[in-house]
């Protein structure tokens, strides 16, 4: 079956790192629509641990690559569930949007997380990312109002030289992340923290780390993990 594709293109420009990017725009067999706003709650509760400082990837003077260019696909084939078990047996499992199309929902996940990696990397090698999704499930209602668990996202990434087309990268990724239960789900909430948004900070480090690290994620990852549990 055909894949679901995200696709954006943005032009090279030799002022780009002087100048504010341009938004990215979204094209499939129909248009998208914008991605919606991130809701804030008028009542702040502190999280436990959200507030300690996040451990950062060392300065770096240049990127090892910048995005000119990226195409994101959540293939068809992928199986989706949405019984509310605490732990459905299906590719993609998500309740970060209201019931609608789970693949699209997840293709913009993945869009709004490497537009922001991008826009703060414009220096270095200009390439075209390619990202396939192999796997996004985060958890139900019944998990997250309880234990919590885990947001399981695999991908794949391949990088291709802007100009020749030719690969300089091609790693598949494992992107886990903590996932909030209980209170701590229920104030992070209210602080704008939903899973949506911890979910959208997590994969842009994970593309930074892509595009700056010579072993990618897998290898700042680790340095990393606690912190974004905080997050």
């Known amino acids: 079956m055909t894949p679901i594709r995200i696709v954006a293109a943005v032009a090279m420009m030799s002022a780009l790192s002087a100048c504010g990017g341009m ?15 991130v809701q804030t709650g008028t009542a702040v509760v502190p999280v436990v641990a959200a507030q300690p ?3 950062q990837r060392p300065s770096q003077t240049r990127a090892a690559y910048k995005i000119v260019n990226y195409s994101i696909t959540v293939p068809e084939d992928l199986s989706v569930s949405e019984a509310n078990l605490y732990y459905p047996v299906a590719d993609i499992v998500w309740r970060g949007d209201a019931i609608g199309d789970r693949k699209d929902q997840v293709g913009y996940i993945f869009q709004e997380s490497l537009s922001r990696a991008r826009h703060s990397l414009t220096d270095g090698h200009a390439v075209k990312a390619e990202i396939v999704v192999r796997r996004f499930h985060s958890i139900t209602e019944k998990t997250r109002y309880t234990v919590g668990g885990v947001h399981s996202i695999n991908f794949d990434i391949l990088l291709r030289d802007a100009q020749s087309g030719q690969i300089v990268v091609s790693r598949s990724v494992k992107a886990d992340l903590k996932a909030f239960g209980g209170r701590r789900a229920i104030n992070a909430d209210r602080q704008g923290l939903t899973m949506k948004e911890r979910i959208h900070r ?3 480090r994970v593309i930074k ?5 010579p072993g990618g994620w897998a290898d700042q990852g680790e340095r990393l993990v606690k912190g974004i549990d905080q997050i």
């Open 53 to 55: 400082e996040v451990p």
């Open 209 to 213: 780390a892509e595009l700056t690290v």
């Open 23 to 37: 938004p990215d725009v979204a094209t499939r067999n129909a248009p998208f629509e914008a991605l919606p706003p």
């Open 202 to 204: 997590h994969l842009e």
